[in-house]
């Protein structure tokens, strides 16, 4: 917790957890009913937790925004919302079970009233549940903003976000314990695991796992880099040799994705993630419709038409998306003019400098394609927005496919043209290497070094307020100017680009990686550096981002199963196409064609039967799983036949 605890009115302990910041122009009737709807009993339809207004800052002449709360909670009323939200911890037995307050002290870390027993996470993730629970009663309105409708059951919350009320809501850091994750995380400079139990506690199982694949992914890297080196080393100008490594590809991207399964639900178990019931979807904020009845709910709410969206998506969408698609084909057409011309200049007069400049094409045109690839983003996050998603799952689902599609085709269509349709496997070779240690180097200075210069720049004002009350009083820095420089910080947008990027840089090595088999060595010291930058960004640039519970990485690993699909197709063409093996087909392509195709079906069938045969999640945590089913419903069956009983003798 926050060191700086006060008691207030009501004789709690209270603890700042959660920030709430409205908009500085908010009236004062907005303000003195939202707080009265947090501070109000749970039986009344209110929050129950505790709120107190934040003072002023390090230089009160500065004009600040005054409407700046501090949320935070009683212990019980936090216990409370543990068993409400299904957190599930570790029992005196070893297992995950769901936390209930009826068995509190048979937990394994409860402990006395149980101070220590929910990590800062997960008291902050109670509280923003709670928050976005509040629903209106019998307003018609948000008292004090006509214009902001309300009816009976709509998200309080979401209403004022959509309406641009309320400003932000995050979670404050707790400063020793981020100074000694960040030690162990980033800090020092060591060759070892991450924390992810360190970092699950403070961030959350989605973070958490994130970083869990990351890791995983580099460590599986690891054999197709040490086949790597010497095959690049040795001999590697007779090109013809890649069959092998190609061969080897095709196990490893399949056996990979099955093994990471085990393991994520090996994580999500400990961390008690694997069974915890799904909370129920609320309607976006930015949703809009017309006002009706859902029959799940029971309330009124928004109401959108399926057939309108569906219209949006396949007349609308769907076209934009193939305009795009066709834009980066014509991008594509210019590089290889461009490269036709380095070419032909290098021929007519080989010079170190000719040399040079056959690489600037390929230059170019990857960081054409990353500039590509950032305003597609902007679009396909503007179209889906318009397509008006109810639930945020379908939002982020729509959008997933969205940019996968187009970044897949903008960063890999080149390639597929130079291999199947040119054939030349040293440009093929040359292209790949130019493209991925390009895209690298932006994506490094993109995503580590430029972030932290603008943080800087945005901070600077308030840092030299910072030092110099330090400097002055030598002590902790207050909780009000703790609120002030993390409210100005960048908000953390989730782990969607960390995931497409790791999913590009597998379809670079899965792909294409036997005819540069030093692209799985570039991309392990890529994702060294990620870790850190990643971990730095976390803890330095970033808020603090809510928990967000995950048994898996969701859409994403079937968008990598996608690409371990393509990757046995494309291993075998380019198999197939290797002098290699045409010299066993001589004089008969149709033959060459024919056994290609049969060999790529055939693994591809063994690919799906090794996807059945390796169980998702391992045999003991199965076994776990089942007993605590079988104890649940035999407790279910006690209680029944106990009431039963209690019946009977109330009847006699």
């Known amino acids: 917790m926050l060191p700086e605890a006060s008691v207030d009115s009501s004789g709690c302990r209270f603890c700042p957890l959660v920030v709430v910041e409205l908009a500085s122009d908010t009236a004062e009737e907005t303000v003195a009913w939202l707080l009265s709807r947090i501070r109000d009993k749970q039986q009344n339809g209110g929050a129950e937790l505790l709120v107190e207004q934040m003072g002023p800052g390090v230089d009160s002449e500065e004009k600040e925004n005054p ?50 027993f929910l990590s800062m996470a997960e008291c902050q993730s109670i509280i923003k549940h709670e928050l976005d629970t509040l629903r209106a009663k019998d307003e018609t309105h ?46 020092k400079m060591k060759l070892s695991l991450q924390p992810l139990d360190d970092i699950r506690h403070y961030f959350g199982e989605g973070q958490a796992l994130y970083f869990g694949f990351l890791e995983y992914f580099t460590f599986a890297l690891m054999p197709m880099a040490l086949v790597g080196v010497p095959y690049y080393l040795f001999d590697w100008e007779d090109y013809d040799k890649y069959v092998i490594f190609a061969a080897f590809n095709l196990v490893w991207c399949t056996v990979i994705l099955e093994l990471w399964k085990r393991c994520s639900a090996t994580l999500a178990y400990q961390w008690g993630t694997l069974s915890r019931k799904k909370a129920f979807e609320e309607p976006r904020p930015g949703f809009h419709g017309v006002l009706g009845f859902n029959p799940v709910t029971g309330r009124e709410e928004p109401l959108y038409p399926n057939v309108k969206r569906q219209l949006r998506v396949y007349l609308v969408s769907l076209p934009f998306v193939l305009l795009c698609l066709y834009l980066s084909l014509y991008v594509m057409m210019i590089y290889f003019l461009m490269e036709g011309w380095a070419l032909k200049i290098h021929d007519e007069e080989p010079t170190f400098w000719t040399e040079i400049l056959l690489y600037i094409p390929s230059i170019i045109y990857a960081v054409v394609i990353e500039i590509m690839n950032i305003i597609y983003r902007y679009a396909a996050e503007y179209l889906t927005e318009w397509e008006n998603h109810r639930l945020e799952s379908s939002y982020q689902n729509h959008l997933v496919l969205k940019v996968l599609v187009f970044n897949f085709f903008n960063c890999f269509a080149s390639l597929f043209y130079i291999a199947f349709v040119m054939q030349d496997m040293v440009l093929l070779r040359q292209s790949l290497a130019t493209l991925l240690i390009t ?47 993390e409210a100005d910080m960048s908000t953390y947008l989730g782990t969607f680009d960390d995931y497409l990027e790791l999913f590009l840089l597998f379809g670079y090595v899965s792909l294409f990686s036997c005819v540069y088999p030093l692209a799985a060595v570039l991309v392990v010291l890529n994702n060294i550096t990620e870790v850190y930058s990643d971990a730095f960004k976390m803890c330095r640039v970033f808020k603090r981002p809510f928990s967000e519970p995950a048994a898996n990485i969701g859409v994403w690993q079937l968008a990598f199963e996608a690409m371990s699909v393509i990757a046995v197709v494309t291993n075998c063409a380019l198999i197939g196409m290797s002098p290699q093996v045409k010299t066993y087909f001589q004089g008969s392509e149709e033959q060459l064609i024919f056994w290609t195709v049969a060999i790529e079906h055939v693994l591809l069938a063994v690919k799906f039967i090794l996807t059945f045969l390796i169980p998702d999640v391992p045999k003991h945590i199965q076994i776990k799983l089942a007993r605590l089913e079988f104890e649940s419903l035999e407790a279910l069956k006690k209680k029944k036949m106990l009431e039963a009983s209690e019946l009977s003798k109330t009847e006699q």
């Open 67 to 116: 409407n700046v709360f501090l949320v935070g909670a009683s212990w019980q009323r936090l216990l409370a919302g543990a068993e409400e939200t299904g957190f599930f911890k570790e029992y005196n037995d070893g297992s995950m079970r769901g936390f209930t307050l009826a068995n509190k002290n048979n937990f394994k870390d409860f402990k006395g009233d149980g101070d220590d």
């Open 439 to 485: 895209s690298q180097i932006l994506n490094q200075f993109m995503e580590a070094f430029l972030p932290y210069w603008l943080q800087r720049r945005r901070n600077k004002k308030m840092m030299r307020k910072v030092q110099k009350r330090k400097t002055l009083e030598d002590k902790e820095l207050p909780v009000v100017d703790q609120v002030r420089l």
């Open 142 to 187: 948000v008292p004090g903003h006509t214009s902001a409708k309300l009816y009976p059951g709509k998200s309080i919350v979401r209403r004022l976000q959509s309406k641009g009320i309320l400003f932000q809501i995050f979670p404050l850091h707790e400063k020793e314990e981020l100074k000694r994750l960040s030690f162990s995380w980033y800090n």
